[in-house]
Nanobody, 127 residues
Framework: VQLQASGGGLVQAGGSLMLSCAAS????????IGWFRQAPGKEREGISY????????????FYADSVKGRFTISSDYAKKIVYLQMNSLKPEDTAVYYC?????????????????WGQGTQVTVSS
């Protein structure tokens, strides 16, 4: 299993970025991909996840309070890509952003139960 996050960069406060997470190496019909971030000196924080099941035509999303109303998670199920649209960015959003995969728990234990971390992508928001 491999996950690759991309799309980070430097943006001014109030600006927007879209991150992408490309997953590969598995064939399960239902899975959850989550977005996490880690700022210097802080613990990794789970900020959003999306669970998708083509078999049961079910999907579920979750947002942490810190990003609710500003970030939107979406996906291309066939390509196994999950996006994170980040609007109204704040300096406190500055962090390395990672995506993780949950193949067993449907995301219910978020932020626990996610793994297969790939290389993160740096997001820097200037004031």
């Amino acid at each position: 299993v491999q996950l690759q996050a991309s799309g980070g960069g430097l943006v001014q406060a109030g600006g927007s970025l879209m991150l992408s997470c490309a997953a590969s190496g598995f064939r399960k019909d239902d899975y959850a991909i989550g977005w996490f971030r880690q700022a210097p000196g802080k613990e990794r924080e789970g900020i959003s996840y999306k669970y998708m099941s083509i078999r049961s035509n079910d999907e579920r999303t979750f947002y942490a309070d810190s990003v609710k109303g500003r970030f939107t998670i979406s996906s291309d199920y066939a390509k196994k890509i999950v996006y994170l649209q980040m609007n109204s960015l704040k300096p406190e959003d500055t962090a390395v952003y990672y995506c993780g995969l949950d193949l067993l728990g449907r995301g219910a234990g978020f932020p626990r139960g996610f793994g297969s971390w790939g290389q993160g992508t740096q997001v820097t928001v200037s004031s």
